[in-house]
C-alpha cells in the first residue's frame, strides 16, 4: 500500500537527472489506477515454474556440477528496456564466457583455453539460484552479516542482485555480465556483490521490489539495486545490457557512474533514496479505515464496481485481460467465478470460461507433458516464456477442476488432470513433496554447450512427421501420413514453422512450431469424419509418441527447492480436483495426504509451532533432503497458503486433524504477524534481522497475497469454531485495505473474501452416522463448486468430534435417516433425506446451464 504518490515525479527526476542510468519507463496508466497507493503494475506478480526426469537436480550436491554451467529461464515480466532491447535483435545469442562483446568490445577472433573456474562464496549454499552464480568471476556474498560488515568497514556501497533459478533474464545478464571478467573486476573494485534467491528469501525481494516499483513505476527480474551499508535503497533497475544502446547505458557505465557519484556526492544520493524509504515505512502504518468501510452496501457496490473494471479489460477474442504479456493470474479466475454465484450475470461467468478455454488450447499449455508455462508473450496465447512454476500448477488444477464442476465440460477436468500427471512424474519428491520450478532454457542437443529458450518444447515439421512413421505401428490401420495431416491440422502446425517472428526477437524458434489448438475437437473430428471417441484416443497415443522423443532431448533445469507456501496451493489443487469425484479419485486425495504428512514431517517445527520455508531436494529420485544451517522460518504466505490448503483439504476429507492443525497454525500466524494497531498481517515477523521494511502486500498477481487468502481462512474458521474472533479480525483485515482502488481488481481474492465476510457462508450440515450412505450425500455437495461452502458431519454417535457443538446439537437425523440441511444466503432451506432431491436442490442454487 502506498499513499504518497506525488512524490513519485520529484524522486524520478531526481534520479534520471542525477545518475542518468535507465529512462522513465514509466506511464500513466501505471500510477494512476490506485488511490494514493503504490501500482503493482508492471511487476504482474512474482511467480516461477517446476519439474524433473533422468538428470540431477540443481540442489545440494548434485546442484555443484550444474551451477557450473549457465542455466537460463523465463522471467515474471521482463522490463520494458530488456523488451526493447530484444526486439531490436540485441544479444542475439548469449555471449560466450569473458568475452570482450560482454564487456562491450569488439568480439574474439578465437576461443581461448580458459583456466578453471574457481568457486565463490556461493558455493556452500543450497539455493539453486545462488548455485548456478557459485563460479561466477563476481565475489559474490549471499545474504548476511559477513557481507553487511564488509560493507560497513570499507564503506563501500552493496549492489544486490535478486532473481531465481528459472529466470530467463537472469540467465541472459549473468552471462552477459557477471561471468564477464572485466564487469566483475568493476564490481569487485567498487562493491560489496550480495546475490539473493527472491523465492527463498521473499521477505528481502518484496521490500526492494516496492522500492523499485516506487521510483520507475514497473519491475522485473533480474532486480539489480545499489544500498548503503546501511541497506538502506538508493538507485533500482532491472536489466542492464552489456553495451549501451537504445537509450540504456551499458551495466558497466551504471557500476562505474553510481560508484563516482558514492565519492563525490553522496549526500544527493542519499537524500533520493530517503525520501522514498520514508515514505515507504510510513505507508505501512497508515490506520485502517475505521468509519464502516464496508459497512451495509458497500461490499455489493465494490463487487459491481470489480466486475466493470474486468469487463473494460476483457479480451472479448483471445480471453484474458489486457494485452500481451498474460498470465493465467488464477485469482481474478477465482473472483469472477465467484462474482457469478452472488451476481448469476452470465457475462461473469463467460469471461473467466472463455478465458480458461484460451489457455487450455494455448501454447501456454504443455499438450506433451501437461501442465502450464508462466505466461504467454502473444495475446492470443501461442508463444510463450516456458519455465513452469509450481504455484501456477496448483491454482491451474484448482481452477480447472472448478470450472468442470460448474459447466461438466470434460476438457476443463483432462487439462487439471494433465497437471496432476505432470506434478507427479516431473516435480515430485519421493517423500510427498513438489518442487519449485523448471527452467525455460535447454540445450538443444547433448552435445551443445549453449542452452536455448524452448529447446524442450517447441517442434519442427519434419521432426513429427518422422516420429509418426517411426511409430506408425502404434496408429493401427490408420496410415501415418493421415495421422500426421490430423495432427498437424488439430495443432495448428505449420512447415516452416508457427511461432510468429515478432515474438521470437532471439530466432531461437524459427522453424518450429507450438502446439496449438485453433478451432476444437469437434472441427478436427468433423474435417476428417472421425468419431469423438476415437479421436481422443488418436491424440493419446500421437502425444505419447512425442513425449517419449521429447524424453530424450536434454531436460531443462529443475529447481529442487520444496517451499511451503506454494505445496499449499498444490494442496488445495489435489482437493478441489479430488472433489470432482472421477475414477482418480482415491489416487487424488492419498497424494493429499502424502503432501500433507510431508509438510508436516519436513516443514514444521512442532515443539515450536512454526513453518519452514523450504527444503532442498538434492537429486532425482532421491529420498535426501537438504536444509539450510540456519534455518529460514516461514513467511505470511507460508502460512496463509497451507492454512488454506488444510482447509480445502478437511472440505474433501472431514478429516478433524487436518482442521485442528489449521487452526494452530493460524493462531501462530497472528502472533507472528498481525499489526495489533491498524490491522492487516505484515509479511515477515517482527524483529526480523536486516529487514528494512515490513511490508503489507496489497495486490493479487500471479499469486494471491497472504492478506487476501488469510481474510478467507479466518472467516472459514471463525464459523467452523464459532469463534468472533477471527471474523472480527477479518474484517479489521478488510478495512484496512478498503481505500484500494479499484478494490475487486487490485485484490480479487481479497474481494471473494469480502462476500465472504458480508454475505455469509453456505452451510452444509450432512447429519447421520459414518456409513457408505453418508458418505454418498457429502459426495454429492463436494461435487458443486460452492465457493463459500462450509461443510460438516454430525454423526449422532460421536458429537463430541465436531469442531462446532452447537452446530453438533443443531441439526438432527429425521425418521431416522441419514439428513442434509443446506443453507444459503442466511436462509435453511427443508432437510432432505433423498440424494435425488440434495442434487436437484444444489443444482437450483449453484449449478450453470449454459446454453
Same mark, same amino acid.
Not at 542510468?21 to 500510477?31: A, F, H, K, N
Not at 490506485?34 to 516461477?48: A, E, M, Q
Not at 568493476?186 to 546475490?195: C, D, F, G, S
Given at each position: 500500500?502506498?499513499?504518497?504518490?506525488?512524490?513519485f515525479?520529484?524522486?524520478r527526476?531526481?534520479?534520471?537527472?542525477t545518475?542518468k542510468?535507465?529512462?522513465?519507463?514509466?506511464?500513466?496508466?501505471?500510477?494512476?489506477r490506485?488511490?494514493?497507493?503504490?501500482?503493482?503494475?508492471?511487476?504482474?506478480?512474482?511467480?516461477?515454474?517446476?519439474?524433473?526426469?533422468?538428470?540431477?537436480?540443481?540442489?545440494?550436491? !548434485?546442484? #555443484? $556440477?550444474?551451477?557450473? %554451467?549457465?542455466?537460463k529461464? *523465463?522471467?515474471?515480466?521482463?522490463? /520494458? @528496456? =530488456?523488451?526493447? +532491447?530484444?526486439?531490436?535483435g !540485441?544479444? #542475439? $545469442?548469449?555471449?560466450? %564466457?569473458g568475452?570482450?562483446? *560482454?564487456?562491450?568490445?569488439?568480439? /574474439? @577472433? =578465437?576461443?581461448k +583455453?580458459e583456466?578453471?573456474?574457481?568457486?565463490?562464496?556461493?558455493?556452500s549454499?543450497?539455493?539453486?539460484?545462488?548455485?548456478?552464480?557459485?563460479?561466477?568471476?563476481?565475489?559474490?556474498?549471499p545474504?548476511?552479516e559477513?557481507?553487511f560488515?564488509?560493507?560497513?568497514?570499507?564503506?563501500k556501497?552493496?549492489?544486490?542482485?535478486?532473481?531465481?533459478?528459472?529466470?530467463?533474464?537472469?540467465?541472459?545478464m549473468?552471462h552477459?555480465?557477471?561471468?564477464?571478467?572485466?564487469?566483475?573486476?568493476?564490481?569487485n573494485?567498487?562493491?560489496?556483490n550480495i546475490?539473493?534467491?527472491?523465492?527463498?528469501r521473499p521477505?528481502?525481494?518484496?521490500v526492494?521490489?516496492?522500492?523499485l516499483?516506487?521510483?520507475?513505476?514497473?519491475?522485473?527480474w533480474?532486480m539489480?539495486?545499489?544500498?548503503t551499508?546501511?541497506?538502506?535503497?538508493l538507485?533500482?533497475?532491472?536489466y542492464?545490457p552489456?553495451?549501451?544502446?537504445?537509450?540504456m547505458?551499458?551495466f558497466?557505465?551504471?557500476?562505474k557512474?553510481?560508484?563516482r557519484?558514492?565519492?563525490?556526492?553522496?549526500?544527493?544520493?542519499?537524500?533520493?533514496g530517503?525520501v522514498?524509504?520514508?515514505?515507504?515505512?510510513?505507508?505501512?502504518?497508515a490506520?485502517?479505515?475505521?468509519?464502516?468501510?464496508?459497512g451495509?452496501?458497500?461490499?455489493?457496490?465494490?463487487?459491481?464496481?470489480?466486475?466493470?473494471?474486468?469487463?473494460?479489460?476483457?479480451?472479448q477474442?483471445?480471453?484474458g485481460?489486457?494485452?500481451?504479456?498474460?498470465?493465467?493470474?488464477?485469482?481474478?479466475?477465482?473472483f469472477?467465478?465467484?462474482?457469478?454465484?452472488?451476481?448469476?450475470d452470465k457475462?461473469?461467468?463467460?469471461?473467466?470460461?472463455q478465458?480458461?478455454?484460451h489457455?487450455?488450447?494455448?501454447?501456454?499449455?504443455?499438450?506433451?507433458?501437461?501442465?502450464?508455462?508462466?505466461?504467454?508473450t502473444t495475446?492470443?496465447?501461442?508463444?510463450?516464456?516456458?519455465?513452469k512454476?509450481?504455484?501456477?500448477?496448483?491454482?491451474?488444477?484448482?481452477?480447472?477442476?472448478n470450472?468442470?464442476k460448474?459447466?461438466?465440460?470434460?476438457?476443463?477436468?483432462?487439462?487439471?488432470?494433465?497437471?496432476?500427471d505432470?506434478?507427479i512424474?516431473?516435480?515430485?519428491?519421493?517423500l510427498?513433496?513438489?518442487?519449485?520450478?523448471e527452467?525455460?532454457?535447454?540445450?538443444?542437443?547433448?552435445?551443445d554447450?549453449?542452452?536455448v529458450?524452448?529447446?524442450?518444447?517447441?517442434?519442427t515439421?519434419?521432426?513429427?512427421?518422422?516420429?509418426?512413421?517411426?511409430?506408425?505401428?502404434?496408429?493401427?490401420?490408420?496410415?501415418?501420413?493421415?495421422a500426421?495431416?490430423?495432427?498437424?491440422?488439430?495443432?495448428?502446425?505449420?512447415?516452416p514453422?508457427?511461432?510468429?517472428?515478432?515474438?521470437d526477437?532471439?530466432?531461437?524458434?524459427?522453424g518450429?512450431?507450438?502446439?496449438?489448438v485453433?478451432?476444437?475437437?469437434e472441427?478436427?473430428?468433423?474435417?476428417f469424419?472421425l468419431?469423438?471417441e476415437?479421436?481422443?484416443?488418436?491424440?493419446a497415443?500421437?502425444?505419447?509418441?512425442l513425449?517419449?522423443?521429447?524424453?530424450?532431448?536434454?531436460?531443462?533445469?529443475?529447481?529442487t527447492?520444496?517451499?511451503?507456501?506454494?505445496?499449499?496451493?498444490?494442496l488445495?489443487g489435489l482437493?478441489?480436483?479430488?472433489?470432482?469425484?472421477?475414477?482418480?479419485r482415491?489416487?487424488?486425495?492419498?497424494?493429499?495426504?502424502?503432501?500433507?504428512?510431508?509438510l508436516?514431517k519436513?516443514?514444521?517445527?512442532?515443539e515450536?509451532?512454526?513453518?519452514?520455508?523450504?527444503?532442498?531436494?538434492?537429486?532425482?529420485g532421491?529420498?535426501?533432503?537438504?536444509?539450510?544451517?540456519?534455518?529460514?522460518?516461514?513467511?505470511?504466505?507460508?502460512?496463509?497458503?497451507?492454512?488454506?490448503?488444510?482447509?480445502?483439504?478437511?472440505?474433501?476429507?472431514?478429516?478433524?486433524?487436518?482442521?485442528?492443525?489449521?487452526?494452530?497454525?493460524?493462531?501462530?500466524?497472528?502472533?507472528?504477524?498481525?499489526?495489533?494497531?491498524n490491522?492487516?498481517?505484515?509479511?515477515?515477523?517482527?524483529?526480523a534481522?536486516?529487514?528494512i521494511?515490513?511490508l503489507?502486500?496489497?495486490?493479487?498477481?500471479?499469486?494471491?497475497?497472504?492478506?487476501?487468502?488469510?481474510?478467507r481462512?479466518?472467516?472459514?474458521l471463525?464459523?467452523?469454531y464459532e469463534?468472533?474472533?477471527?471474523?472480527?479480525?477479518?474484517?479489521?483485515?478488510?478495512n484496512?485495505?478498503?481505500?484500494?482502488?479499484?478494490?475487486?481488481?487490485?485484490?480479487?481474492?481479497?474481494?471473494?473474501?469480502?462476500m465472504?465476510?458480508?454475505n455469509?457462508l453456505?452451510l452444509?450440515?450432512?447429519?447421520?452416522?459414518?456409513?457408505?450412505?453418508t458418505?454418498?450425500?457429502?459426495?454429492?455437495?463436494?461435487?458443486?463448486y460452492?465457493p463459500?461452502m462450509?461443510?460438516?458431519?454430525?454423526?449422532?454417535?460421536?458429537?463430541?468430534?465436531?469442531?462446532?457443538q452447537?452446530?453438533?446439537?443443531?441439526?438432527?437425523?429425521?425418521?431416522?435417516k441419514?439428513?442434509?440441511?443446506?443453507?444459503?444466503?442466511?436462509?435453511?432451506?427443508?432437510?432432505?433425506?433423498?440424494?435425488?432431491?440434495?442434487e436437484?436442490?444444489l443444482?437450483?442454487?449453484?449449478?450453470?446451464?449454459?446454453?
Amino acid at each position: 500500500m502506498f499513499r504518497v504518490r506525488p512524490l513519485f515525479p520529484w524522486i524520478r527526476s531526481t534520479l534520471q537527472t542525477t545518475l542518468k542510468l535507465q529512462p522513465d519507463t514509466s506511464t500513466s496508466e501505471s500510477v494512476v489506477r490506485r488511490n494514493l497507493r503504490l501500482p503493482h503494475i508492471g511487476c504482474r506478480s512474482r511467480t516461477v515454474s517446476n519439474r524433473k526426469y533422468g538428470r540431477m537436480a540443481t540442489g545440494g550436491e !548434485a546442484a #555443484k $556440477e550444474e551451477s557450473k %554451467e549457465a542455466a537460463k529461464d *523465463a522471467s515474471e515480466k521482463p522490463s /520494458k @528496456e =530488456a523488451s526493447k +532491447e530484444a526486439s531490436k535483435g !540485441a544479444s #542475439k $545469442e548469449p555471449f560466450e %564466457e569473458g568475452s570482450n562483446e *560482454a564487456a562491450g568490445g569488439a568480439p /574474439k @577472433e =578465437a576461443a581461448k +583455453e580458459e583456466p578453471p573456474k574457481q568457486p565463490n562464496r556461493l558455493a556452500s549454499s543450497k539455493s539453486p539460484y545462488l548455485l548456478q552464480h557459485a563460479y561466477n568471476p563476481v565475489d559474490w556474498y549471499p545474504w548476511g552479516e559477513e557481507a553487511f560488515e564488509k560493507a560497513r568497514t570499507e564503506n563501500k556501497l552493496i549492489f544486490l542482485s535478486v532473481g531465481y533459478s528459472t529466470c530467463h533474464w537472469c540467465h541472459v545478464m549473468e552471462h552477459e555480465s557477471f561471468e564477464c571478467p572485466e564487469t566483475a573486476a568493476i564490481m569487485n573494485e567498487h562493491y560489496v556483490n550480495i546475490k539473493v534467491d527472491r523465492e527463498e528469501r521473499p521477505d528481502i525481494d518484496k521490500v526492494y521490489m516496492q522500492f523499485l516499483l516506487m521510483s520507475k513505476g514497473s519491475g522485473g527480474w533480474p532486480m539489480s539495486l545499489w544500498l548503503t551499508p546501511e541497506l538502506a535503497p538508493l538507485v533500482a533497475g532491472t536489466y542492464f545490457p552489456p553495451k549501451s544502446s537504445f537509450g540504456m547505458p551499458s551495466f558497466a557505465t551504471v557500476l562505474k557512474a553510481i560508484a563516482r557519484k558514492w565519492t563525490v556526492d553522496k549526500e544527493s544520493l542519499v537524500k533520493a533514496g530517503n525520501v522514498l524509504l520514508t515514505a515507504l515505512k510510513d505507508n505501512q502504518d497508515a490506520e485502517a479505515v475505521e468509519e464502516a468501510a464496508f459497512g451495509p452496501g458497500s461490499a455489493i457496490e465494490k463487487l459491481r464496481e470489480a466486475i466493470n473494471v474486468h469487463k473494460q479489460r476483457y479480451d472479448q477474442i483471445h480471453g484474458g485481460f489486457g494485452s500481451e504479456p498474460k498470465f493465467p493470474e488464477v485469482p481474478r479466475l477465482n473472483f469472477l467465478f465467484h462474482g457469478y454465484s452472488v451476481t448469476k450475470d452470465k457475462d461473469v461467468l463467460d469471461m473467466a470460461i472463455q478465458t480458461l478455454k484460451h489457455i487450455g488450447k494455448g501454447g501456454i499449455n504443455d499438450h506433451i507433458f501437461g501442465g502450464f508455462a508462466r505466461y504467454a508473450t502473444t495475446q492470443d496465447w501461442h508463444n510463450v516464456h516456458f519455465e513452469k512454476m509450481l504455484y501456477d500448477q496448483g491454482q491451474l488444477m484448482a481452477v480447472f477442476a472448478n470450472a468442470f464442476k460448474m459447466t461438466r465440460d470434460k476438457a476443463f477436468f483432462c487439462y487439471a488432470h494433465k497437471i496432476y500427471d505432470y506434478l507427479i512424474n516431473d516435480l515430485r519428491h519421493p517423500l510427498g513433496g513438489f518442487y519449485a520450478g523448471e527452467d525455460a532454457d535447454s540445450l538443444i542437443t547433448h552435445e551443445d554447450k549453449v542452452k536455448v529458450e524452448g529447446a524442450f518444447y517447441a517442434w519442427t515439421w519434419d521432426e513429427i512427421e518422422a516420429a509418426f512413421k517411426d511409430q506408425s505401428e502404434r496408429f493401427g490401420d490408420m496410415t501415418a501420413e493421415r495421422a500426421f495431416e490430423i495432427y498437424t491440422f488439430h495443432y495448428g502446425l505449420k512447415p516452416p514453422g508457427n511461432v510468429p517472428p515478432r515474438s521470437d526477437p532471439h530466432g531461437h524458434l524459427t522453424g518450429k512450431n507450438i502446439l496449438i489448438v485453433r478451432g476444437s475437437a469437434e472441427e478436427t473430428c468433423s474435417k476428417f469424419d472421425l468419431d469423438a471417441e476415437f479421436f481422443e484416443s488418436f491424440l493419446a497415443v500421437a502425444n505419447d509418441i512425442l513425449h517419449i522423443l521429447r524424453n530424450k532431448r536434454p531436460r531443462p533445469h529443475l529447481d529442487t527447492k520444496i517451499i511451503c507456501a506454494w505445496n499449499g496451493l498444490v494442496l488445495s489443487g489435489l482437493c478441489e480436483l479430488g472433489n470432482c469425484y472421477t475414477a482418480n479419485r482415491d489416487q487424488y486425495m492419498q497424494t493429499a495426504k502424502e503432501l500433507l504428512d510431508f509438510l508436516r514431517k519436513e516443514m514444521y517445527k512442532p515443539e515450536e509451532k512454526l513453518l519452514l520455508r523450504s527444503c532442498y531436494g538434492v537429486a532425482v529420485g532421491d529420498e535426501t533432503l537438504d536444509k539450510n544451517e540456519s534455518e529460514i522460518d516461514g513467511f505470511l504466505d507460508d502460512y496463509a497458503f497451507l492454512i488454506k490448503g488444510l482447509l480445502d483439504y478437511y472440505k474433501a476429507t472431514l478429516d478433524i486433524e487436518a482442521l485442528h492443525w489449521a487452526k494452530a497454525l493460524q493462531d501462530t500466524q497472528d502472533k507472528l504477524f498481525w499489526d495489533e494497531r491498524n490491522g492487516a498481517y505484515f509479511f515477515s515477523q517482527e524483529g526480523a534481522p536486516n529487514v528494512i521494511v515490513r511490508l503489507k502486500e496489497d495486490h493479487d498477481g500471479a499469486e494471491p497475497c497472504g492478506n487476501s487468502v488469510s481474510a478467507r481462512n479466518l472467516v472459514l474458521l471463525g464459523h467452523y469454531y464459532e469463534e468472533d474472533a477471527y471474523i472480527q479480525k477479518a474484517g479489521k483485515l478488510l478495512n484496512f485495505f478498503a481505500d484500494v482502488r479499484p478494490f475487486g481488481h487490485a485484490l480479487p481474492e481479497m474481494m471473494s473474501a469480502l462476500m465472504m465476510h458480508r454475505n455469509g457462508l453456505d452451510l452444509v450440515a450432512v447429519v447421520g452416522p459414518d456409513t457408505p450412505h453418508t458418505h454418498y450425500f457429502m459426495e454429492i455437495c463436494r461435487r458443486f463448486y460452492i465457493p463459500s461452502m462450509i461443510m460438516v458431519h454430525v454423526d449422532p454417535a460421536k458429537p463430541e468430534e465436531g469442531s462446532n457443538q452447537r452446530l453438533q446439537t443443531k441439526f438432527k437425523m429425521i425418521n431416522g435417516k441419514t439428513t442434509v440441511y443446506v443453507c444459503h444466503e442466511r436462509q435453511c432451506r427443508m432437510p432432505v433425506t433423498c440424494p435425488t432431491m440434495l442434487e436437484n436442490n444444489l443444482m437450483a442454487f449453484f449449478f450453470s446451464k449454459r446454453d
